[in-house]
Structures are given as structure tokens and as C-alpha cells.
């Protein structure tokens, strides 16, 4: 993909590469090689070349670092020389040049799967001969491919492949075995199994010579693959830093014999044995030559330390042919927890194995018989018994793949079974129960998380897990209360009610783990105390857990989407999208199709990054998913010819991964009770996507004249469409309250607008008809030319329910009869200083004050005496005749020694300055902050006029999201640093013309091959997810020479509201739709429509034109002698190319 702008990402690179260790450099003459390598094998379309950077005289050849994917791909580098080059199956083509010669260290050269040609390549692919196809069925074969001699390297033979027979792109990757071979993970999490046990064994004080020739299980399971003869545990050797006692190098070899160490690790490693670890493995090759995984780990795993300079492995198997397999006399029995042999609905069933196992690996599968879905799936490390989650009532097979490290085999077991509903509990026949208890899961999950996270519980905490569960909660008015940690924090307690210390849950705690499941067979009533095990997300059961006060057997369910005060507004998004896709055929919404609608609704959707998939409409329904789930689509949803639909009533959601039902309610009042369906949406959320309050004070006295009142009308206006707009395109929750000063501390106005989430419609006019009355209602109670009191206008912002985020005053003045009182109403806000330390606030938690105003006002400060009052005519924040005196030499102070990153601080105390640092409590030395661009956590910004708020529609909107006071997206204006002369415009319209060719000797009327996709994103970054829409051209019109031109009109899309809609970065992609047949393209030109453009081609080296393209990019060719004189012009037309002019002279030679 060719993307427009690169050039801060050189910067970039420059900075990273600037902070590098300098090792040692390969010679001039092995970097060489390796970019004759590049260039002769078109290195520019490798399917990977990252690090290969070929053009830059600077640049130093370093190992690819599989972890981190930095380095020269393919590329392994020691003591200063290259060793290896694994290049196999990445695309190479054409005539491999390079002198293998130059590398004086190299023991590897790879080059499989490729399309390459030359006796070089001809040499490196000679067939090898077969390789054994299990480690048991013979020993080792070491058949090598002869090369000539690497330099004067002491390895004479470089090993290629294994039954490498020819150059061929149909041929599987090679040395990504380990990518198709169903074992190699297996094997992978055998020999990190090992590895953590060795290292768990250090950690704990171990020495080598105990671990040296020992047995445990985890190297046993290793053993059938590893290709030494006898394994064992071998020159076992480590180092432990004195430092910080910690480990520092391990190594180790699988038999005495070769000379040389199997596994070596060095660097910082001990994190090993407290992480998931995992390690990639497509660089591997074949066991004989090391893998080499050194690299950076640790950003993989935030909060540890992995480091590993040297990890080095060879003489292990991770591509085997098959598993080891365990005797015939391992079984499998399932049964009931108690181990009775019937299974009911409601409870756990338990896989128990035969013989007993004390160290295994499980992988299981429960598929229901009737559908052939897939209801169960987990994996387990454990002993001898697996416990499966209750499963409704019907036939299930289970299939089990199990590894067995006490024997270091495997075996598979395949098992039908059914689940019964039992009289013997009313849990496991009983319809709602399933509600119940996803709800008591949420909840026991979510506080025991809370009580980790901020080690206590207030009492008559009340979260929407709880809200969730209420109505099956017997205690009256159920609250959390008493929760705690109990026996040094062996079990977590709460109750519903204040019981004391008669605690309604209890439950034995695991730390790291939550709750899957619970086993309700012991439920009997919710009014006793009920022995309830549980299943832990580890697969372990356990059993101590007791629960009272909930009622899993309800007669009727209460479904969220009925009580939850999120469920309106998921369903208002959900409804938006199915009107959206009913308008479209199945060819406009291709896979990975997104739109706007659906990204209001993607923080909701519980597959990761949304997209449609699967799109079918039928034309009596539309079907798809948000991922690739093939068949098993999540929203079916019933059509009624072209009519749109006004509702949708869910009837069973009870978990976002479980399908519900829904009733569809068209125009013309019609309704479908049976064929909607959804999954993969949570209907109902603990919270929706981006809440803030922003509340707007601005003040409406008489010194503000015409000019300045139209400025505040239009910013105002400007604003609320806007947060409608984000409101209703992204599905955020921007609540808006706007008030207007009033004319005294006590706020007598009856005119404000409170805490509104604003929408396009009533909720907007609402808005627009207060701003249409600004500055024109003077008379009304509390509106005066005197409405300029800070103090009332404040206290009015912070009287709503929901606390705003941030307040923007607007104002050009202040007025208060009580400066304490109006010092006591700033403390409320985070900017007032704490006496205690004035560089931390008082109230860190409180909202945030910006004060856009006017610099040269008059305020309240210190120095204000509000009991001697100016008559009106000569009070300049009631007129506005009376201009502001300019400020003396007397009122300058000195400089601001605060400084905030990103912001300017004044640099002359002025009047707003000055009233800002008394009322938000600034000491002597230090001021308010002062930025124009961000509303926090600067102070305020003393502007000379209100221009900026009539010259910049989105101020307003930009600087509230660019603060993270606001939700939505900030739309750049000027986002191209380096386009110097010719930038597209978002909602122009362009031309796109190109050349494109096919090369194939068939005779075709038009090429099918070549298109060009233009693609639009909102963000500069340019990812997936920043898509705005896309369009592809593709050649049109008569073949001339070879070759059809690609023409096509386009508009950039632009929006001045929706961020999300409007262009910010092009990207153009070059597609070739034949795996065979390859195309070019030359000539690629945008320009605008309204316009001309022509582009010339000069020789390099006489400088004379040899071509110009015209306004719709066909070529006129010159031709000149030998003298240089024009002989010939041409002309390209659709009827091919035309000779148009030619000149003829001679010299007549008399005697």
C-alpha cells in the first residue's frame, strides 16, 4: 500500500536508531552481498523484508529478533559476521546474484519456496533425499547439500532444506513447518513446560548438580523429540547474578557427546517461571542447526523483566510426523462431581482417567449432538480429574486430547454422554436458572476484582451487577455490606443486607482466578444456606462456597433489557445498523465492511474489531456477523419489503455470548415475532461508551456589544450541532448543559438548560432556540445588563446530578457581592490550589474551570471592594462604551516560574491574570496557567476579543476533546507537515488516471487484473479500524501498446461535523487479482477535476523532452538524430499510438 506522508516516521526510525548499542559491524563486503541478494531477487516485494534497508549507505546489518521483529529479516549475525540467511518461501524472483565468498562465517543459506534462477540458486536447491519421517524409525540422517566453499570458513557444507527438489512457488513453506504441523504447538508447550520447570527449580534454590541427570515428568514428555540418542539432562550449567540473585545464563545439552550445549539462555530470564511464556517459532528450520529466539520479551508481558540476549535451541523435533501414543490401557469415565455415573442439568461433569495421572495436559472439546455446535471448549494442566461447566439437558460428545507427562505420551478419547433433568434439584429443570446464575457470576467476579484492586468494599455499595441481580435477591433493598477478606485473606464474605457477621456468600478465594460456573445440585431454597461448588477459570472445582438470600430457581426471569437504563440506547444503536443494511445488496458490503452506524455500535459488540461479514439479504431477511464465524451467523433479522423498522423488542438476552430472540416492529405497524435473532452484542451494559457533562457559563452583561454577541451565538450553535452530530454518529453521550449568567450571587434565572444529552431533533432545538434568544432577553428574572456573577452561574453548574467534566466560562468580566463566598464556590473546582503544597490542587477529583475570556476586563480580585458600587453608566461591565484603560507599567509583575507541558503561561499579570491567581488560590510566586489550545489543565486564556470563537467553528468541540474533557474525535485541519505544493482537499472532487498492463502473451479486450483501490480514513495513522470508505478503478477503454488506462472521477469525502466522515489520509493500493499473471502500472496521477494537468519525461542525460502526458495522461513522444535535432513527434490516441509530424534534412554535397 502506498500511503501519503512518511516523512515523520524517518524521524522516528532516526531516534531509534540513534539510541542503539554499537556492536560489530559485518564487513562492507558481506552487506554488499546481501543487498546483491535483495536487488537481484526484486527484495522490494518479498513477502517480508523488514530491516532490509538496502539504500542507505549508513545503515547496519543486525539478526532479525523474532520477539521484537527488528533486525534484518532472515538474517543472523555473530561476533561481527552473517551466519545464517533464511529466506525460504518469501517471494524471491528472478536471478539470484552474490557472492557467497564474501561471507566468512556462514552456515545457512536458505532459499526455498521461491521462484529464483543461476547457478547460485541451482546449487543451494540440490535435492536432498528424504529425511526420516519419525525420530523412532531410524537414526539421525545428515544428507547435505555440497556447496561450494564459503569462503575459508572452517564449515565447508551450508545445509539447505529437507527434500528440497526444485525452484517452485508451489511448494509448502519450509521453514515454517512448525505453522502447519498440527504437533508443533504441542511440542512447543512440552518444551516450555520444561524450560519453566528448570527455571522454577533455580528460582527456588536448586543447584546444578541435583538437577544435572535428573528425570522429572516435564523432561520425560520431552524426550520423544529430542534427536539425541538416550537423552538426559547434561552439562548442566548456570549463573546467577550476584547483584540481585537472580538468573543470568543457563545452558545445557541432551548428551555428552557432541561437544557442545542443546539449549543456552542468557540475559535476564527469571520472569519465566511467573508468566504465560511462549516463544515464536518460524524461524525454525530443522533440529540439527540452532533456533535462535533471542530478543526482547519483556513488553510482551508488562510488569516483568525478559531479556534474553542468548536463546539458543537445537536437537528437538518441533515438526514430528506424528505424537507418541500412549498404550491402550489409558481410559476416561464420566460421571456426576460425586462420581455417581448419572449426569444432570445443572451440575459438573467430571472426566476421570485411568490409570491416575500426576502431571497431564488436557484439550477438550463438548459438542452437542442434535446441532453439531461446539458448546464447551477449555484447557487444563492437572492431575487426574477434568471438570466440565453444567451443560443443559441433552446428548454431548466429548472429545479429549490428553498428554501424559508421567509417560511422555499422548492419547485422544472420544465420548458420547447425556445430561438428564433431575427431580432431585429444582436448578436442573428449571428455565431461568441459566439467568440467574450469569448474573450471580458477574456479580461474586466483579467484587472480589474490586476488593483486589482497591482492597475495600463501603458499605451499601450498589454497582449494576448488583442492580442486575436484584430481582432475585430475597433481602429487601439488597446492598453490599461487610465485604471482606477473611483468615488472612483465604475467603471473600459480603452480604445483601447489614447481617453482622451471618454473611449471605462466602467463598474460599484462589487469587488470579474468577468464576465460570457454579454446580447447583446442593440449591435448595434462598432463604438456607446452600453448599455450592464452583468452577474456577484454572479448571480446578472448588468446593468451599456457600450462597443464601439468591433465588436460582425464579418462576418467572426479569430480563435485563427491561430494567437495565443502558438497554434503550444499545437498542436505539442496534436499530440504526439494520436500517443501515437493509438498503444493501450483498455486493456492496464485502467482508470487513464497516460504515458509521456500526461504530456506534462496536463498543458494545464483544467480538474484537466489529466488521460485517457474511453479508446476505434475501430480500425477506438480512443475515451477518461481526467476525468470521462462517455459518453461525450472530444478527438475523426479518425484511418487509422496503419498509424500515421503528422497533425491536428482545425477549431472552440473558449473556451477550448466547443467542436471543427479538420481535421486529416495521413502518406500517407490522410485526415479526419469530425470526430475529442476535448474539455477540451485550444489550445490556454496566456503562455506556464515552459519558461526559460539560456545562457552558457564559456571561450575558451589557458589556458585551453586537459584534461580540453574534462571535458567542455562532460558536455556541456550532458546538451543540457538533455534540449532536458525535452523539448520534458514534454513539457517545455528551450531556450539555448551557447557562447564562445572572445578575446576582443568587442564580434567579429560570432560563438554563440542565445536564441534556444532546441529539439531533427536539434536544437540539432546544439548545438553538436559548442561543437564538442570547443577548435579547434583558428583563427577565435575573437578566440584566448586570448578568456577569460568576458565583451564582457556577454553583448552577455543579447542582446537577451527574458532575460535569469540565466548565467553560465564557466572559469579559465579574461581578459578585461576597468575595469569599465566590472564593469558596472556586474551591469546588480541581484548578484551586492546596495551601498545603500549591503545585498539587485542593480538590484533585472536582471538575475542571477553563475561562475563556477577554484579557483587558475588569474582575473580582484581592483588592475588590464590593460594598462601594459604580453607577450603571459608569460600570464597564454593564456598557460597553466604556472601553478598558491599557495596562501600566505598574501592572506588569514577574514571570511565571510554573511551567505545564504543551501550554504558554502569561507573562505580564493582567486584570483576568490577576483575579485568576487570588480566587483559584495561586501563592505569591506562581500564576494560572494560560493555553489557547488546551482547556486542561491550563486555567483559563485572556483572548484581546472573541474573534477566535467567530473565526473557528469546531474551537470549542477540538480544544474539549483535544483535552479529553469532551468524547468524540478531533478533526485535523492542516494535517500534512510536508506537502509543500499540492495537498488533496476533503470534499473536492479529483480525477485518478494510470496505465496498467498485464503480462501475458493472450489476447484480452480489457485487463481483469489490475485495479487500484483508493481508501479514506479519519485519522492519520491510516489503520483498519480509521476506514472511512473506499472506491477501485479499473482500466477501461482500448488496450494501446500493451497497456489501458485506469480513469475514474472520485470525491474525498468531508464532513465539517463528523469527525469520523471527514478525510484525513489517502491510502492507494496496487491489487493484483490473478496469483499468476503479473501486472504493472505507471503513471499514476491525481489532480483535481477542475483543472489541467501535464507532466513531462526528460532524458537524464541530454536533458531533452522525450515525452509529455496531457490532461487525461496520454503521451506525445520526440524523437531525435544522432545531432539532436527533432525528427519525429507521436501521439497516443485510443486507436493506438500515431505518428503526427516528421521532419526530414540533408546536406546537398556540390562539386
Partial sequence: MIRIKLKNLVLIVFLLLSGMTVLAQVSPEEKQALIDIYNSTNGKQWKNNKGWDVNNPKSVVTSWDAAKKTGWYGITVKDGHVTDIVLSDNNLVGELKADPDAFQALTRFLINGNNVTGELAEDLLEPLGELPKYMDEAPKVAKETAVKRVADAKVEKVVVADNATAVTTERKRWESCTRDNPNSPIVKNIFLKFIKYLVNAKNSGVPDYQIEGSNPPEFNALKPFITDPNPKITHFVTDIDPSNNTLREMRFSFTGDHGEHDVWLSGIFSDIANVNFDIDLSSYTDYDHYMDLQGEYSDIYP????????????????????????????????????????????????????????????????????????????????????????????????????????????????????????????????????????????????????????????????????????????????????????????????????????????????????????DLSGYSSPNLVSTIPVLLNSNAMEPNHTVKHIDFCPATPVYCTTTNPNAPVIKNLFVNLINKLRTLSNASVPNGYTCTELTALAPYVTDASPK????????????????????????????????????????????????????????????????????????????????????????????????????????????????????????????????????????????????????????????????????????????????????????????????????????????????????????????????????????????????????????????????????????????PALVAPALGTNDFA?????????????????????????????????????????????????????????????????????????????????????????????????????????????????????????????????????????????????????????????????????????????????????????????DIRVHPLKGSMKSFVYDPETFKLMSELDDNNYATFYEYDNEGGLVRIKKETERGVKTIQETRSGSVIKN
Avoid at 323 to 347: E, F, H, W, Y
Avoid at 708 to 713: Q, S, V
Wanted: hydrophobic share 35%; with cysteine.
Fill in 894 to 1082: 514577574r514571570i511565571a516560574p510554573v511551567e505545564h507541558t504543551d501550554v504558554i503561561q502569561t507573562q505580564a499579570e493582567s486584570r483576568l491574570r490577576k483575579s485568576l491567581k487570588f480566587l483559584l488560590g495561586y501563592p505569591a510566586d506562581q500564576f494560572p496557567v494560560a493555553s489557547i489550545d488546551y482547556f486542561k489543565p491550563a486555567d483559563y486564556y485572556g483572548h484581546d476579543n472573541f474573534n477566535i470563537l467567530g473565526s473557528d467553528d469546531r474551537y470549542l468541540s477540538e480544544k474539549l476533546v483535544d483535552s479529553q474533557i469532551s468524547c468524540g474525535i478531533s478533526i485535523t485541519k492542516d494535517f500534512c507537515e510536508d506537502c509543500y505544493s499540492f495537498q488533496p482537499e476533503p470534499g473536492k472532487e479529483y480525477i485518478l488516471s494510470a496505465w496498467a498492463k498485464e503480462e501475458t502473451n493472450e489476447q484480452f479486450k480489457t485487463f481483469e487484473n489490475p485495479a487500484i483501490t483508493l481508501i479514506f480514513y479519519h485519522n492519520k495513522q491510516a489503520l483498519p479500524q480509521h476506514e472511512i470508505s473506499r472506491i477501485t478503478a479499473i482500466p477501461s477503454g482500448e488496450i494501446i501498446d500493451g497497456w489501458q488506462r485506469i480513469f475514474t472521477k472520485f470525491m474525498i469525502p468531508y464532513s465539517t461535523t463528523s469527525a469520523i466522515n471527514n478525510t484525513i489520509s489517502i491510502g492507494v493500493e496496487l491489487t493484483n487479482n490473478s496469483p499468476s499473471i503479473p501486472v504493472y502500472f505507471d
Fill in 303 to 518: 510488569g516483568y523483566k525478559i531479556h534474553l540476549k542468548r536463546f539458543d535451541i537445537m536437537h528437538v523435533n518441533f515438526c514430528p510426523d506424528r505424537l507418541p501414543v500412549c498404550g491402550d490401557k489409558n481410559r476416561m469415565v464420566l460421571s456426576g462431581p460425586s462420581g455417581l455415573p448419572t449426569i444432570c442439568a445443572g451440575q459438573f461433569v467430571m472426566a476421570t482417567f485411568y490409570p491416575a495421572m500426576a502431571s497431564a495436559d488436557y484439550n477438550f472439546t463438548v459438542v452437542n449432538s442434535a446441532t453439531g455446535a461446539t458448546v464447551y471448549t477449555g484447557t487444563f494442566s492437572g492431575a487426574n480429574n477434568v471438570y466440565i461447566n453444567a451443560l443443559e439437558a441433552g446428548s454431548y460428545t466429548l472429545y479429549m486430547d490428553v498428554m501424559n507427562y508421567d509417560s511422555g505420551c499422548t492419547f485422544s478419547e472420544e465420548q458420547n454422554f447425556t445430561v438428564q433433568n433431575c427431580a432431585s434439584f429444582c436448578a436442573s429443570n428449571n428455565p431461568n436458572t441459566v439467568i440467574v446464575k450469569y448474573l450471580y457470576l458477574n456479580l461474586i467476579n466483579h467484587l472480589v476484582a474490586k476488593m483486589v484492586t482497591d482492597g475495600m468494599i463501603p458499605d451499601g455499595y450498589f454497582p449494576p451487577q448488583l442492580s442486575a441481580l436484584v430481582p432475585y435477591i430475597s433481602d429487601p433493598n439488597p446492598k453490599i455490606y461487610n465485604a471482606h477478606f477473611a483468615n488472612h485473606g483465604e475467603y471473600f464474605r459480603f452480604s445483601f443486607a447489614n447481617h453482622g457477621s451471618d454473611y449471605d456468600v462466602s467463598l474460599r478465594y484462589t487469587p488470579g482466578t474468577t468464576v465460570i460456573g457454579i
Fill in 612 to 879: 460485517i461479514y457474511n453479508f446476505v439479504n434475501s430480500g425477506s431477511s438480512i443475515s451477518f456477523s461481526f467476525n468470521p464465524h462462517g455459518s453461525q451467523y450472530d444478527v438475523v433479522v426479518p425484511l418487509l419489503s422496503n419498509l424500515s423498522i421503528t422497533n425491536v423488542e428482545f425477549n431472552n438476552f440473558v449473556a451477550p455470548d448466547m443467542q436471543a430472540t427479538f420481535k421486529t416492529t416495521f413502518s406500517n405497524g407490522s410485526v415479526n415475532n419469530t425470526v430475529g435473532k442476535v448474539k455477540h452484542i451485550n444489550l445490556c451494559p454496566d456503562e455506556l461508551y464515552c459519558v461526559s457533562h460539560v456545562a457552558i457559563v457564559v456571561d450575558e452583561s451589557g458589556s458585551l456589544d453586537d459584534t461580540e454577541i453574534r462571535k458567542i451565538k455562532k460558536q455556541l450553535k456550532a458546538f451543540v450541532q457538533q455534540q449532536a452530530d458525535t452523539n448520534d454518529n458514534l454513539g457517545t453521550n455528551i450531556y450539555i448543559s448551557l447557562i447564562g449568567m445572572s445578575d446576582s450571587d443568587t442564580y434567579n434565572r429560570a432560563d438554563a438548560i440542565m445536564q441534556v444529552k444532546i441529539t439531533n431533533g427536539s434536544t437540539l432545538n432546544q439548545f438553538n432556540n436559548w442561543i437564538n434568544s442570547f443577548g435579547a432577553r434583558y428583563g427577565q428574572t435575573g437578566i440584566s445588563h448586570g448578568s456577569d456573577y460568576w458565583k451564582s452561574a457556577l454553583d448552577k453548574a455543579l447542582s446537577t446530578s451527574m458532575k460535569p467534566k469540565g466548565v467553560i466560562m465564557i466572559t469579559d468580566g465579574c461581578q459578585t457581592s461576597n468575595v469569599t463566598n465566590l472564593v469558596n464556590t472556586m474551591k469546588l473546582f480541581d484548578n484551586y490550589r492546596n495551601p498545603a503544597n500549591p503545585t498539587t490542587s485542593l480538590n484533585p477529583n472536582a471538575p475542571h474551570l477553563y475561562v475563556l475570556g477577554i484579557e483587558n476586563g475588569f474582575y473580582v480580585d484581592s483588592e475588590t471592594v464590593v460594598s462601594q458600587r459604580m453607577a450603571q453608566n459608569q460600570d464597564p461591565n454593564l456598557n
